[in-house]
């Protein structure tokens, strides 16, 4: 299995930026699909992005599209998940996820397809 501990959480001003950082350990991290997702306040946990093997294709929802940029360094173990032009309804705790899928895809897949987690990072925009 796969380790993940995630850093890079904080207060933001609305339209600044912030970047997290998703440290794997364990199994050979390019083994494994990589995403980012989060759980706001009264809301249900959501994927926002995802990233295949080697980083060559991604996936966003369409809330962060255009915004946020996940991408990752099989050498480093490491997945990160640029967010700029922050918004108030960003506020959440994000969460890395990774799912082990020789050659998977970098679609969005639902929570629960998810086999390993990192504690999770606050974020908080403030408007």
């Known amino acids: 299995q796969v380790q993940l501990v995630e850093s890079g959480g904080g207060l933001v001003q609305a339209g600044g930026s912030l970047r997290l950082s998703c440290a794997g350990s364990g199994r050979t991290f390019s083994n494994y699909v990589m995403a980012w997702l989060r759980q706001g306040p009264g809301k249900e946990r959501e994927t926002v992005a995802s990233?295949?093997?080697?980083?060559?294709?991604?996936d966003y929802a369409d809330s962060v599209k255009g915004r946020f940029t996940i991408s990752r360094d099989n050498a480093k173990n490491t997945a990160y998940l640029q967010m700029n032009s922050l918004k108030p309804e960003d506020t959440a705790v994000y969460y890395c996820a990774a799912v082990r899928v020789l050659g998977g895809t970098s679609r969005l897949r639902p929570p629960n397809q998810y086999d390993y987690w990192g504690q999770g990072t606050q974020v908080t925009v403030s408007s």
């Open positions: 990233i295949n093997w080697s980083g060559g294709t991604t």
